[in-house]
């Protein structure tokens, strides 16, 4: 997970990373897909609570949610259609956008 604006914060409420999309339950090669939000903006999200947001993923809209998923992380839904949609897949490196 890399930060694409150095992990500064801005004025510019948008949180810019890239993420690989992985399965949650790798051992299941298959089910639930998700990017992991970087540590630094974790806070910036509302802390490790589950919420809706919107944003880009490789340019593409989308309507997701976030969500604690253990050890401190705090885990994007990447639905089959978000993939879909920005020609991309499980194992893909992805540029996304989150709003607030």
Do not use: C
């Amino acid at each position: 997970m890399l930060p694409l604006d150095g992990g500064v914060h801005r004025a510019d409420p948008t949180l810019k990373f890239q993420a690989t999309i992985e399965y949650w339950k790798p051992e299941k090669k298959g089910g639930l897909a998700v990017a992991y939000v970087p540590a630094q903006y974790i806070s910036r999200l509302g802390g490790l609570k589950q919420r809706h947001v919107t944003g880009r993923i490789n340019g593409i809209e989308f309507a997701s949610s976030v969500w604690p998923a253990g050890s401190g992380r705090l885990a994007l839904n990447v639905s089959q259609k978000m993939m879909k949609a920005a020609s991309l897949t499980v194992g893909d490196e992805a540029r996304f956008e989150i709003e607030r």
